[in-house]
């Protein structure tokens, strides 16, 4: 399945599966976003923002048929806000869109890691349990790729987080910019490629702490 990007999300002619629309958006805002901490696959729960921003962000959605949630915490209680003030569940949770692992970053500041891995940011390395773009990218593709095969021609919410989102974007040499909470990307999927659509935003941006100057210093973050 390729990746690629288009300014709409139309059907392309000759496609054997019908095309499944996705909307991809970040989780509400959890406690380590308020902190600055990287979070890669740890679980902190949303903040009462976060749970607001769920709330605030069912009033600008239209009707989905599904709800399918990365399972850590603050994607998953953000998809049951969702569910319920949509009123579409159960949610469907799918492990393979969970964060990237930060390995031995997660949990800490950006001044943390320049502390204790002097240069590695700023050189845009990383430690070695870190997850690789391709490792994170495959299994989201490979996510996708189910949803869409289970529920062809369906508007699927997908809640997820937005280091998913940036590796999607980068595959399709789409140019960086930071993602909100509650803010994501249009995908089409018509079984043979996935096409990326517009990004949107559900609630007003709080930014979790200092804006990031490029995708490697934000996705792990969120």
């Given at each position: ?47 009462p923002l976060g749970r607001q921003q769920a709330r605030t962000a069912v009033e600008r959605l239209g009707a989905v048929d599904l709800i399918v949630s990365s399972d850590l915490d603050r994607a998953l209680t953000t998809a049951a806000i969702l569910a319920e003030g ?137």
């Amino acid at each position: 399945m390729r990746v690629g990007h288009s300014p709409g999300l139309s059907h392309r002619l000759g496609s054997v599966q019908p095309m499944t629309r996705m909307l991809l958006v970040r989780h509400g805002q959890s406690e380590w976003n308020a902190l600055g901490r990287w979070q890669g696959q740890a679980d902190p729960p949303l903040t009462p923002l976060g749970r607001q921003q769920a709330r605030t962000a069912v009033e600008r959605l239209g009707a989905v048929d599904l709800i399918v949630s990365s399972d850590l915490d603050r994607a998953l209680t953000t998809a049951a806000i969702l569910a319920e003030g949509l009123g579409v569940g159960p949610v469907l949770v799918e492990p393979r869109l969970r964060e990237r692992s930060a390995g031995e970053w997660s949990g800490l500041t950006r001044d943390e890691i320049d502390q204790q891995w002097p240069g590695y940011l700023a050189q845009h390395l990383r430690p070695p349990g870190f997850e690789p773009d391709e490792v994170l990218a495959a299994r989201t593709r490979a996510a996708l790729d189910d949803i869409a095969a289970t529920h062809p021609g369906a508007e699927v919410l997908v809640v997820s987080h937005g280091g998913v989102v940036y590796v999607l974007e980068a595959e399709a040499e789409l140019p960086f910019a930071r993602l909100p909470n509650l803010a994501g990307r249009w995908l089409s999927h018509d079984g043979g490629i996935l096409r990326l659509g517009e990004r949107v935003e559900l609630v007003d941006d709080v930014p979790p702490g200092p804006a990031p100057a490029s995708r490697a210093t934000d996705d792990e973050r969120v």
